[in-house]
């Protein structure tokens, strides 16, 4: 069983930095991470991924402003968020998938797949 814990959420300005952070206990080390975020009245998108041999992938409505990094000695994930936007605001949640690849992750449609954590909310206001 996985268990996956965020922090790092919280309200900034337009233009600002966060990062966060998701502890994973349970083994993920074959398993594709990243983070998915859903705004209100809105679905829910894959942002960034990083894959056990390294691989990233990111949405392109993020691309250059956000990376993904992952200390599989710590077992925990991060989101360098920097240059945030409004549309950034929502629920991020962090996610673990093992059998997919980075493109795979980025689609995947519904929270019954894989392993989920309960969220950190990031508001930007501009």
């Known amino acids: 069983q996985v268990r996956l814990v965020e922090s790092g959420g919280g309200s900034v300005q337009a233009g600002g930095s966060l990062r966060l952070s998701c502890v994973a206990s349970?083994?993920?080390?074959?398993?594709?991470m990243g983070w998915f975020r859903q705004a209100p009245g809105k679905e829910r998108e894959g942002v960034a991924v990083?894959?056990?041999?390294?691989?990233?992938r990111y949405a392109e409505s993020i691309q250059g402003r956000f990376t993904v990094s992952r200390d599989k000695a710590k077992n925990t994930l991060y989101l360098q968020m920097n240059t945030l936007e409004s549309e950034d605001t929502g629920m991020y949640y962090c996610?673990?998938?093992?059998?997919?690849?980075?493109?795979?992750?980025?689609?995947?449609?519904?929270?019954?797949?894989?392993?989920w954590g309960q969220g950190t909310q990031v508001t930007v206001s501009s």
């Open positions: 996610v673990a998938i093992r059998g997919m690849t980075a493109d795979q992750f980025l689609h995947v449609m519904t929270p019954n797949v894989g392993y």
């Open positions: 990083i894959c056990s041999g390294g691989s990233t």
């Open positions: 349970g083994y993920t080390y074959n398993h594709c």
